[in-house]
């Protein structure tokens, strides 16, 4: 214990103390976005939008090296992808009533294989593991601006329009009633999930991000018995398994994302066997 | 029409892939009517409901409800939904539940208006005591009772239920029944329900929708009725008849 906070106060490892906070400040918008992807029953629809977010990263590698649009950074590319694949995701799910799951599964593996092909295309090596299962080194300062950036976004947003959000996952149809507009504020929803999906990219990886955002609110929901008492919990319990997470991977030299998931999927698994037990 | 006509339904049609679900429909609402929507499964009644309430469009025919389109006069109605699509295990106490009840396009927050309104509809369904329950520790009936102060809660002048007495006991549907008739003393309801025959008992109103709607007032309802409604035979049981007002025991 001690030794890994010698590590992160080492001035050679900046990189682990940018992914700390990192993981800290993701664990904000993980926690609230997380508790609505799971009360509104859309972990598919994220998990498609994540595996888009991947077409958008090829896509910039393959702008900025190939066409050379040097300003066309991955993370604007899987910012793009992301936004792009929510919409679509969302009015998908909105409208196509009968083969939703199939038009979201084309989507899914379409955005993936879009990814790939376009950094086939591309000159040069690329680290495809780092983009789907995460790395921490590749944190930079700039991200760390990303993300508290989003936070204030994220938070800002739910602060505003809670009610309207608490309608739209509870009671979507009784809601417009009330004259909100609930498609509007699902696909809000969509494209903040979207963001956080991208900016989270970088510490558990595109393949992994879904379950670091649904499993800390699965866990909540055993004890909260409110919408923002899960969403406090959530963030807590996200921010004990990422921080958890990287000390592990550190000390043993581990993959970080995977770390985290197998830590945070194991304590799921053993809550659910303890509440199931007691109840 | 009549001055006090509340909701009109001119020469409607809805079909649902290319299925017929309601044909040339009229139907004339009065302020204060107290109707039970009956019919069989997939005769219409939910959709009866949803094209008053504006949330489906008819192929064919006008509804006005206050003399104006139903979307329009949305905040003046509400509504109880079946609990079945809610999801169960979704954080929120009867008061959050309730509150929903007041959200509205201007105001981004509840005032403690709205929450003096809505516990005023939780006292008026008799559940004071539940204000900080969680939801889905309620039983049926108390979650219907719940859904039926949300829509209380807007200050409606129609209500619309959707089977408030499905999957409750006869004891518990009898008190719902007695809630409704003293609510209608103010606003105007009409209530999708299975078993006619129960119902009648409170209801002014029987409207029978098997695509086609009529409404009878209750003391046409018999047997001969009930068999048209649903095309064939059925057990119809008279609760209103008793051995004595006390019923029996068997010691």
């Known amino acids: 214990m001690i030794e890994l906070f010698n590590a992160i106060l080492d001035p050679d490892n900046m990189f682990l103390r940018y992914a700390f906070i990192m993981g800290g400040l993701a664990s904000i918008s993980f926690g609230i976005i997380g508790t609505f992807v799971t009360i509104k029953r859309i972990g598919y629809l994220a998990g498609a939008i994540s595996h888009c977010v991947f077409g958008g990263i090829g896509l910039a590698l393959f702008l900025q090296v190939k066409v050379g649009l040097a300003w066309f950074d991955p993370i604007l590319g899987a910012v793009l992808a992301a936004v792009v694949a929510?919409?679509?995701?969302?009015?998908?799910?909105?409208?196509?009533?009968?083969?939703?799951?199939?038009?979201?599964?084309?989507?899914?593996?379409?955005?993936?294989?879009?990814?790939?092909?376009?950094?086939?295309?591309?000159?040069?090596?690329?680290?495809l593991a780092s983009y789907l299962f995460g790395d921490i080194l590749l944190i930079s300062g700039k991200d760390l601006l990303y993300v508290a950036s989003l936070d204030i976004l994220v938070l800002g947003i739910f602060i505003l329009f809670f009610n309207r959000f608490f309608g739209v996952c509870f009671d979507d149809e009784f809601t417009s009633l009330r004259g909100i507009n609930t498609t509007?504020?699902?696909?809000?929803?969509?494209?903040?999930?979207?963001?956080?999906?991208?900016?989270?990219?970088?510490?558990?990886?595109?393949?992994?991000?879904?379950?670091l955002l649904t499993i800390p609110p699965a866990i909540a929901s055993f004890y909260a018995k409110r919408l923002w008492q899960m969403m406090v919990y959530s963030v807590l319990l996200c921010l004990f398994f990422t921080w958890t997470g990287l000390g592990v991977s550190y000390a043993s030299g581990l993959s970080s994302g995977p770390t985290i998931i197998v830590i945070s999927g194991t304590a799921y698994l053993i809550m659910l066997i303890i509440h199931r037990f007691i109840k | 029409?009549?001055?006090?006509?509340?909701?009109?339904?001119?020469?409607?049609?809805?079909?649902?892939?290319?299925?017929?679900?309601?044909?040339?429909?009229?139907?004339?609402?009065?302020?204060?009517?107290?109707?039970?929507?009956?019919?069989?499964?997939?005769?219409?009644?939910?959709?009866?409901?949803?094209?008053?309430?504006?949330?489906?469009?008819?192929?064919?025919?006008?509804?006005?409800?206050f003399n104006k389109s139903p979307d329009k006069v949305r905040n003046k109605i509400g509504y109880m939904p079946q609990y079945a699509h809610l999801d169960m295990?979704?954080?929120?106490?009867?008061?959050?539940?309730?509150?929903?009840?007041?959200?509205?396009?201007k105001n981004l927050w509840f005032s403690r208006k709205d929450r003096a309104k809505a516990m005023e509809s939780i006292e008026q369904i008799g559940m004071t005591s539940f204000t900080t329950t969680g939801f889905n520790e309620l039983s049926g009936g108390q979650k219907q009772r719940i859904l039926i102060a949300r829509a209380l809660c807007s200050s409606p002048d129609i209500l619309l239920l959707d089977e408030p007495t499905a999957n409750v006991?006869?004891?518990?549907?009898?008190?719902?029944?007695?809630?409704?008739?003293?609510?209608?003393?103010?606003?105007?309801?009409?209530?999708?329900?299975?078993?006619?025959?129960?119902?009648?008992?409170?209801?002014?109103?029987?409207?029978?929708?098997?695509?086609?709607?009529?409404?009878?007032?209750?003391?046409?309802?018999?047997?001969?009725?009930?068999?048209?409604?649903?095309?064939?035979?059925?057990?119809?049981?008279?609760?209103?008849?008793?051995?004595?007002?006390e019923g029996h025991s068997h010691d």
Request: aromatic share 6%; with cysteine; net charge positive.
């Open chain 2, 89 to 105: 295990n979704f954080p929120a106490s009867v008061m959050d539940v309730v509150l929903m009840g007041r959200l509205n396009k």
């Open chain 2, 1 to 65: 029409m009549l001055e006090n006509t509340e909701i009109i339904l001119d020469n409607i049609s809805f079909a649902y892939k290319q299925r017929n679900i309601l044909e040339n429909v009229n139907l004339e609402i009065q302020k204060g009517e107290f109707a039970s929507i009956v019919g069989p499964n997939g005769g219409g009644k939910t959709t009866l409901l949803k094209l008053i309430l504006g949330l489906i469009k008819p192929d064919r025919g006008k509804i006005r409800i």
């Open chain 2, 169 to 245: 006991d006869s004891k518990t549907e009898e008190n719902l029944l007695s809630i409704l008739k003293k609510l209608n003393k103010k606003i105007t309801i009409l209530l999708v329900s299975h078993d006619l025959g129960f119902v009648s008992k409170y209801v002014k109103s029987v409207i029978c929708v098997n695509l086609n709607v009529v409404i009878h007032p209750t003391t046409l309802v018999n047997g001969e009725l009930i068999k048209n409604i649903y095309r064939g035979d059925l057990k119809m049981v008279r609760h209103d008849h008793r051995c004595s007002d």
């Open chain 1, 184 to 211: 509007f504020f699902y696909l809000l929803l969509l494209i903040l999930t979207a963001l956080t999906i991208v900016l989270l990219v970088r510490i558990v990886g595109i393949v992994l991000v879904i379950a």
């Open chain 1, 86 to 127: 929510a919409v679509m995701v969302g009015l998908v799910s909105l409208h196509a009533k009968e083969r939703e799951d199939t038009i979201i599964g084309t989507l899914w593996a379409m955005g993936m294989a879009s990814g790939i092909l376009l950094i086939d295309m591309t000159p040069g090596y690329f680290n």
